[in-house]
């Protein structure tokens, strides 16, 4: 159980235009969603906060309006790289947490495979 | 500022030797540490996490500890395996989401 799917996992997309990145939690409500982002051989950085029905919380110098975030339904949180720009390209993996002792926790959160985005 | 440190030069053992891996921290005071496997291209694989009133934790051939005055966890691998191979990573809660070391790269030679 507890399985996180992202799609696309590549993407490779021109300077300017936009890319939408889906994650979806398969056999589990997700209230609260992550995305992370990944440089070659670095740590993964958390980039934002996705609360389902509610506006996602960004982390310090993470453009909201660069990086638009919705987590319309319990199982799906979406994230746009708008205008993306060679800067941009990077590995991007989203997760989710499950609900513990009926509350969401950390300690039980669930990884996606990932999506490699490199903008030309 | 809050700082977690994993060894960033890959660790080369041979089959069958356990494999240890450091993970120290600081300016935190975490209520659990966790420890996931990245293979190249995935997203990290949850494998084990130890609370701060736990002192080891063990699940089959892995093995981690936490020492909360050192700020310090190892993880072991032990009769490590070729299929090993990949980059471990020792993650805190954070204050809304876990944070990440940048990982140790374990490379196990047959």
């Known amino acids: 159980g507890a399985v996180v799917s992202q799609h696309p996992s590549r993407v490779i997309c021109k300077s300017g235009t936009s890319v939408k990145i889906e994650c979806r939690s398969l056999d589990f409500q997700a209230t609260t969603m992550f995305w992370y982002r990944q440089f070659p051989k670095k740590s993964l950085m958390l980039m934002a906060t996705s609360n389902e029905g509610s506006k996602a919380t960004y982390e310090q110098g993470v453009e909201k309006d660069k990086f638009l975030i919705n987590h319309a339904s319990l199982t799906l949180s979406t994230l746009t790289v708008t205008s993306a720009h060679p800067e941009d390209s990077s590995f991007y993996i989203c997760?989710?947490?499950?609900?513990?002792?009926?509350?969401?926790?950390?300690?039980?959160?669930?990884f996606g495979p990932g999506t490699r985005l490199t903008v030309l | 500022s809050q700082k977690i440190e994993q060894n960033s030069e890959a660790l080369n053992i041979q089959e069958g030797k356990t494999a240890t891996l450091t993970c120290n921290y600081t300016n935190y005071s975490p209520a659990y540490l966790q420890w996931y496997r990245q293979d190249p291209g995935r997203g990290p694989v949850f494998l084990l996490l130890?609370?701060?009133?736990?002192k080891e934790k063990r699940k089959e051939r892995l093995k981690v500890t936490f020492d909360t005055t050192l700020k310090q966890s190892l993880f072991h691998i032990t009769a490590s395996q070729p299929a090993d191979s990949a980059t471990y990573l020792c993650?805190?809660?954070?204050?809304?989401?876990?944070?990440f070391g940048s990982g140790t790269r374990l490379q196990v030679q047959p």
């Open positions: 993650a805190l809660e954070g204050r809304r989401a876990l944070t």
């Open positions: 997760s989710a947490l499950t609900v513990a002792g009926g509350r969401p926790s950390t300690d039980t959160q669930y």
């Open positions: 130890i609370r701060e009133n736990e």
